[in-house]
């Protein structure tokens, strides 16, 4: 997209990737932003307002997810929707939501897209975490912020769900900061799905599924002298436990 396009569409900017925005994974600049003190919340209801603020201003139309689908994912899992507060904003500036699936191997592209309730994928004791959206406000972008909201959600969920082995995202093969960042986390690319953002006015664009390995699921053979483990995204059996 051209400069000239992003100062006509603000509201596009960052907006293909429902999950983290290029400029909230950079580091600012030497000079830049001033330190700022950030705090965490769990969402309610009573924050939708903020919440779909953040939304408007974050995804373009076609991209942008409904006031059902965000109520909807702060009843059903609320530990897994926080709010990121900052010292200078008296309203949200952030948010990140999830919901816990159960592991499989190959991922459906359909339990990816975009609008989905969380009622019918949500399961309570599921043991993979997926980041089903984050949004950031224009000017708090390019501090770190978006890494912080996503390291926050996820060392909250794994200890209050030690049963969770992975972590899976989705981020638009363009931006390759994102990318970057997610690997360093630990992220790996799973596999890509073509057309999958429809931004409207826009051509669509392809995402990268991500997935970040908590630890080893180990599963006991049934005469109980070998363990199986998923290692790398391969199974490898053992006698070592």
């Not at 994974?25 to 000079?31: A, F, T, V, Y």
């Not at 609320?78 to 592991?103: A, N």
């Not at 953002?197 to 053979?221: D, H, W």
């Amino acid at each position: 997209m051209t400069d000239a396009c992003r100062d006509k569409l603000p509201s596009v900017v960052g907006n293909i990737t429902k999950v983290l925005f290029p400029s909230v994974m950079n580091n600012p600049p030497e000079g830049g932003h001033m330190a700022m003190s950030e705090t965490f919340s769990f969402a309610n209801t009573e924050d939708i307002n903020d919440i779909l603020a953040i939304e408007e201003l974050s995804f373009a139309d076609g991209v942008k997810e409904s006031r059902v689908v965000y109520l909807d994912r702060i009843s059903t899992f609320p530990e897994g929707f926080l709010l990121l507060e900052m010292t200078e904003s008296t309203k949200p500036v952030g948010y990140i939501c999830s919901e816990l699936w159960t592991f499989a191997e190959n991922l459906k592209p359909k339990k990816l897209e975009l609008g989905h309730s969380i009622k019918d994928a949500h399961i309570p004791q599921g043991n993979e975490l997926y980041i089903s959206s984050m949004g950031l406000l224009p000017e708090f972008r390019g501090a770190g912020l978006g890494k912080k909201m996503l390291q926050e959600l996820m060392e909250r969920t794994i200890k209050s769900h030690p049963k969770v082995i992975s972590v899976v995202l989705i981020v638009s093969e363009k931006w390759q900061a994102a990318q970057n960042t997610y690997k360093k986390l630990g992220f790996q690319e799973v596999f890509t799905i073509s057309s999958f953002f429809k931004p409207i006015g826009f051509a669509t664009e392809k995402v990268i599924v991500m997935r970040k390995k908590i630890k080893p699921i180990l599963i006991k053979s049934l005469d109980s002298h070998y363990y199986l483990w998923h290692t790398k995204y391969r199974y490898v059996w053992s006698t070592y436990v």
